[in-house]
């Protein structure tokens, strides 16, 4: 009897030992979890749609049968409507159009090719004999094409700056237009594009603001290693032949700037506080992804960092954004308010693109209240 009193006690023990370190490790994870969760339901964090991804590549369309992500949104009449990029069985880039009434929900037969750049080779690049080819390739695409639209409502017109890729040793910045009704009503009559940045520069993320400053059309073309813009009487002053000279890897800036930082996101938005503006930035510990941050400029003077966010507003933690062409990137080209929301369109993973959210009051004084520092200024002027 003693013998079978002594094992019955070693099985509990046993037992119970299993138990407990079960228990444990059950109890560490919750932990991690309800960390994780209450930092990702701050007023400055964005929240995700469960409709995610919004818009999806369809193999029945021919332009888009590979990648549909970074989108731009305008809104206008109660709606959004939305410029994508997107890559399809040519491997070129082009731009799609949809939209939607409530910003969510984004019909697939509302899909159509919008825009795809027009290239003036005997004007615009020299003879590929004596350029170098770049190894330069964004979201899978390697035959070149228009990439990362945004767009900017602004009077009766709509603006558009993009990256324009050669497919061979040119990456620049176009700008073209369109009028107002003509988008609305899907008639794509779209100016003729202008390259602004200079040839033999690699330059990305530009933006133009939504109203003119001081009378001016405002270009928005870095913010590190300080604001940099560029004032325009008329756009038309954009001629292919003046250019504007921003940060690139053979200026002075260059080793000056935060090479955290990868640009600007969408085009900003005016509110009472100042200019918001959201942007790609990367951290020290997590140097393989893409996060969106949050700043305000100054009204009058947008060269004026008034507040700037002290950690990520939306990081690439979803699947979503880590199936695709590129892991672990979030990339905004389009924001807009609508009903006192904040909607955040962007790509995931170079692949898809999606759509966040906000109340944007609670947004905007979250943001004022963090108190962190603004970014690194300099006095270094650019050479032309």
């Known amino acids: 009897m003693a013998v079978l009193k002594k094992k019955k006690v070693s099985k509990k023990k046993v037992v119970v030992k299993k138990k407990i370190k079960i228990v444990k490790r059950k109890t560490v994870t919750k932990k991690k979890a309800v960390k994780k969760i209450i930092k990702k339901l701050s007023s400055l964090s964005l929240k995700r749609s469960n409709k995610n991804p919004i818009i999806e590549p369809e193999s029945s369309l021919y332009w ?45 037969q509302l899909k159509e090719m919008a825009y795809y750049h027009k290239e003036r080779k005997a004007v615009e690049v020299l003879d590929k004999k004596s350029v170098s080819k770049i190894m330069y390739s964004s979201g899978g695409g390697w035959s070149g094409g228009c990439e990362d639209p945004r767009l900017t409502l602004l009077g009766d017109n709509v603006y558009m700056l993009y990256t324009a890729f050669d497919g061979w040793g040119s990456v620049r910045i176009a700008l073209t237009s369109i009028s107002l009704n003509d988008f609305i009503n899907r008639h794509w009559n779209w100016k003729e ?12 993320n530009w933006v133009l603001f939504p109203e003119k400053i001081n009378g001016k059309y405002a270009i928005l073309h870095s913010i590190s290693p300080h604001i940099m813009i560029n004032y325009f009487k008329s756009l038309d002053e954009l001629d292919g032949s ?62 004026k960092i008034l507040y700037n966010s002290k950690s990520p507003i939306l990081e690439p933690d979803l699947w979503y954004e880590n199936e695709g062409y590129k892991s672990g990137v979030v990339y905004s080209c389009g924001a807009v308010v609508k009903d006192g929301q904040l909607f955040v369109y962007y790509g995931g993973a170079d692949k898809v693109s999606c759509v966040a959210t906000a109340d944007l009051d609670k947004f905007l004084k979250e943001l004022i209240n963090s108190k962190a520092l603004v970014l690194k200024k300099d006095k270094i002027k650019i050479k032309a």
Do not use: C
């Not at 970074?70 to 731009?95: E, F, M, Q, T």
């Open 64 to 108: 888009e049968s590979k990648a549909t992500f970074n989108p731009s949104a305008i809104y206008h009449d109660g709606k959004i409507h939305i410029i994508y990029r997107a890559i399809g069985n040519s491997d070129i880039s082009v731009l799609g159009y949809t939209k939607s009434n409530d910003g969510y929900s984004f019909e697939k």
């Open 242 to 303: 003046n250019f504007i000279h921003s940060v690139h890897q053979d200026s002075l800036l260059w080793s000056t700037r935060d090479r955290l930082i990868r640009g600007v996101g969408p085009a900003p938005i005016k509110t009472k506080y100042g200019w918001l503006v959201l942007y790609h930035k990367m951290e020290r510990h997590d140097t393989h992804r893409y996060k969106l941050w949050a700043m305000i400029l100054d009204t009058k003077d947008p060269k």
């Open 193 to 204: 594009p202008v390259l602004i940045s200079p040839i033999g520069q690699i330059h990305k």
